[in-house]
T-cell receptor, first 113, second 113 residues
Framework: ELKVEQNPLFLSMQEGKNYTIYCNYSTTSDRLYWYRQDPGKSLESLFVLLSNGAVKQEGRLMASLDTKARLSTLHITAAVHDLSATYFCAVGNYGGATNKLIFGTGTLLAVQP | EAGVTQFPSHSVIEKGQTVTLRCDPISGHDNLYWYRRVMGKEIKFLLHFVKESKQDESGMPNNRFLAERTGGTYSTLKVQPAELEDSGVYFC???????????FGEGSWLTVV
């Protein structure tokens, strides 16, 4: 069974600092999703990474995918308070199940002023 | 363009009662998914519709859960009879044919007391 491990579970960081959230998964996949969730809101799609070596950036967030290492990272540059939210990675397109996502536990990010 | 909408946003019912959750996907999206997150657990896949057909219902926990998508537009998820362990957030998501992004609704919070 595919397992997705996300760490850290909780991240408290100061504004202006950099940090990385890690997403490891246990079986072959070439599709990795990152979502952001604010309290009581929907999961907002941030990135869809479709191939090995894929890198995407949006503002202060940058996501990458290494399918050989079965690892994706979400890097936060010069954090600001508005980035406080829960971030989820999810793996898809594995074992023929192209439409079922397996989610990580989520990382609660709190950016302190 | 309207996103994925879910109703009700919150529901509190007694054990043994019935609840029906509704999801309206993004217009034109043939793929519709149900996920849920029970307290302290990961977001888990329940099932996937393509138009009105169930493509994958491997995540449905038991026969107390019934999902329908008559006409291939909106979907309902009925829980009958509800049990305490059914409490959680039920997310609906949709994806257009050939699209990579999966769009989520805000979720329906279900509390069974």
């Amino acid at each position: 069974e595919l397992k997705v491990e996300q760490n850290p579970l909780f991240l408290s960081m100061q504004e202006g600092k950099n940090y990385t959230i890690y997403c490891n998964y246990s079986t072959t996949s070439d599709r990795l999703y990152w979502y952001r969730q604010d309290p009581g809101k929907s999961l907002e799609s941030l990135f869809v990474l479709l191939s090995n070596g894929a890198v995407k950036q949006e503002g202060r967030l940058m996501a990458s995918l290494d399918t050989k290492a079965r690892l994706s990272t979400l890097h936060i540059t010069a954090a600001v308070h508005d980035l406080s939210a829960t971030y989820f990675c999810a793996v898809g397109n594995y074992g023929g199940a192209t439409n079922k996502l397996i989610f990580g536990t989520g990382t609660l990010l709190a950016v302190q002023p | 363009e309207a996103g994925v909408t879910q109703f009700p946003s919150h529901s509190v019912i007694e054990k043994g009662q019935t609840v029906t959750l509704r999801c309206d996907p993004i217009s034109g999206h043939d793929n519709l998914y149900w996920y849920r997150r029970v307290m302290g657990k990961e977001i888990k896949f329940l099932l996937h519709f393509v138009k009105e057909s169930k493509q994958d219902e491997s995540g449905m926990p038991n026969n107390r859960f019934l999902a329908e998508r008559t006409g291939g537009t909106y979907s309902t998820l009925k829980v009958q009879p509800a049990e305490l362990e059914d409490s959680g957030v039920y997310f609906c998501a949709s994806r257009g044919t050939g699209g990579n992004t999966i769009y989520f609704g805000e979720g329906s919070w279900l509390t069974v007391v």
